[in-house]
Nanobody
Framework: QVELVESGGGSVQAGGSLRLSCELS??????????MGWFRQASGKEREGVAS????????YYSDSVKGRFTISRDSAKTTLYLQMDSLKPEDTAMYYC??????????????????WGRGAQVTVSS
């Protein structure tokens, strides 16, 4: 059974940085056929795709709102996905979720593509 566990959330002032981590279990992490991503949901708003990465070709996808400030990566030796968040803004405040779609031939920021979700990590950015 695929499981995802996020960590690394917290509170920071605007302009600061945080790094989120997501541990994946229940699947062969060495496979190239996985897509993993980060989504966020602010209070009263819909879930938004932030960044994703396809293991097969290493291609990454970012929303326009975070492009140039956030970086998604994975540690191929460990079962860990990361989201490095720099130059944080108050509007980045949200619950951040790790998501995965295993054994797939494509990747995107479409939440409907993902089948497995973590419980979330809160990120709060103060002005």
């Amino acid at each position: 059974q695929v499981e995802l566990v996020e960590s690394g959330g917290g509170s920071v002032q605007a302009g600061g940085s945080l790094r989120l981590s997501c541990e994946l279990s229940g699947v062969d992490y060495r496979s190239y056929s996985h897509c993993m991503g980060w989504f966020r949901q602010a209070s009263g708003k819909e879930r938004e795709g932030v960044a994703s990465i396809y293991f097969g070709d290493g291609n990454t996808y970012y929303s326009d709102s975070v492009k140039g400030r956030f970086t998604i990566s994975r540690d191929s030796a460990k079962t860990t996905l990361y989201l490095q968040m720099d130059s944080l803004k108050p509007e980045d405040t949200a619950m951040y979720y790790c998501a995965a779609r295993v054994w797939t031939d494509r990747c995107s920021l479409d939440a409907g593509h993902f089948r497995n979700w973590g419980r979330g990590a809160q990120v709060t950015v103060s002005s």
